[in-house]
């Protein structure tokens, strides 16, 4: 029932960007910073976001980002054993991205269970 009512809620409703988002997207890009979404939420709530957000264009069957994708990667809570607080989105995240160097990592948040 509650995934119902979530999945339609997306659905029906209008999905914008926080304000600035785009804007610091684009910086990192050019500035060779990679960027990887995760989230608490399943698979196919991000990819509904995703798709109307437009940032789904880009990403491949792995939801990898391709060359010239807003974003390089996307992670949902089915990826991993565990969800936050754990670390696991971002361990998955560094590995996919070929990252080893969690001091070269930043995780930035909008809920207590991100930091």
Do not use: C
Not at 35 to 60: C, E, P, Q, V
Not at 79 to 88: C, E, L, Q, S, T
Request: charged letters at 25%; a positive charge.
């Amino acid at each position: 029932m509650f995934k119902t009512v979530l999945e339609e809620h997306y659905a029906d409703h209008e999905v914008v960007p926080t304000k600035g988002a785009l804007r610091i997207f684009k910086f990192l890009n050019e500035n060779g910073v990679k960027i990887a979404l995760t989230t608490g939420f399943y698979r196919k709530i991000i990819t509904i976001i995703l798709s109307k957000l437009g940032w789904i264009h880009g990403l491949d069957k792995t939801w990898k980002g391709l060359k010239d994708s807003l974003i390089q990667l996307s992670l949902s809570s089915d990826d991993v054993k565990n969800g936050r607080p754990a670390p696991d989105l971002i361990y998955l995240a560094m590995k996919r991205l070929g990252l080893s160097d969690p001091r070269r990592v930043i995780k930035i948040g909008d809920t207590p269970s991100d930091l």
